[in-house]
């Protein structure tokens, strides 16, 4: 079975400020790994994504992720935080059963102060 | 927006009622997932429907139970509620392929049972 942990429950950022999310998976075979965003109000939507190849992937609004396969992890980065950041964020791992199913994290409450 | 549209946005039923909720797909996304979301945590994965068939379960009890239409509409039906349903009920479309594992999201139907 497949897990993903969270460890970063609540965290508080100043506008400007760095950012990086834990993200850590369990499952022994190929994945694919994703970051999902929740703004106040709205429905999921993907931030990034990782198949394969260059392990650092860019998404949208200046996010970024590294997946390292030795530490089984696919942490979330951003430079400089916004106001406009503050949103739950959701690690998901789907491991290449055939299934198609995300295994999501508890999420990550992210505020940003302005 | 994502395309992807639920019914009722919330639902308020008594333990041992049943419920049927809607999803309606993205227009071309042949399959659909349904995921339950507790309070505080991230999307649990009860099943998916593609191309009609079941085509993959979460640990989920047979009271919980599917359906997908012709023209790519869903529904999940829960039997015999217990207050432990009380949860955002997501439903996501996609198009299975041999890569693309982006889901589309809808905003949810928030199920309360008392």
């Known amino acids: 079975a497949q897990s993903v942990s969270q460890h970063n429950h609540h965290v508080i950022l100043s506008e400007a400020a760095s950012l990086e999310l834990g993200c850590n998976y369990s499952?022994?075979?190929?994945?694919?790994l994703f970051w999902y965003v929740q703004y106040p109000g709205q429905h999921l939507q993907l931030l990034l994504k990782?198949?394969?190849?260059?392990?650092l992937v860019k998404g949208i609004k200046g996010f970024e992720a590294e997946f390292i396969k030795s530490k089984f992890s696919f942490n979330l980065r951003k430079p400089s935080v916004q106001w406009s950041d503050t949103a739950e964020y959701f690690c998901?791992?789907?491991?290449?059963?055939?299934?198609?199913?995300?295994?999501f994290g508890s999420g990550t409450r992210l505020q940003v102060q302005p | 927006e994502t395309g992807v549209t639920q019914s009722p946005t919330h639902l308020i039923k008594t333990r041992g009622q049943q419920v049927t909720l809607r999803c309606s797909s993205q227009?071309?996304?042949?399959?659909v997932s349904w995921y339950q979301q507790a309070l505080g945590q991230g999307p649990q994965f009860i099943f998916q429907?593609?191309?009609?068939?079941?085509?993959g379960r979460g640990n989920f009890p047979p009271r919980f139970s599917g359906l997908q239409f012709p023209n790519y509409s869903s529904e999940l039906n829960v039997n015999a509620l217990e207050l432990d349903d009380s949860a955002l009920y997501l439903c996501?479309?996609?198009?299975?392929?041999?890569?693309?594992?982006?889901?589309?999201f809808g905003s949810g139907t928030q199920l309360s049972v008392l």
């Open positions: 499952y022994g075979g190929t994945v694919n």
């Open positions: 990782y198949f394969s190849g260059d392990p």
């Open positions: 227009s071309g996304h042949n399959t």
């Open positions: 996501a479309s996609s198009i299975t392929g041999p890569v693309d594992e982006k889901l589309f």
């Open positions: 429907y593609y191309r009609e068939e079941e085509n």
């Open positions: 998901a791992v789907n491991g290449w059963t055939g299934r198609r199913a995300l295994t």
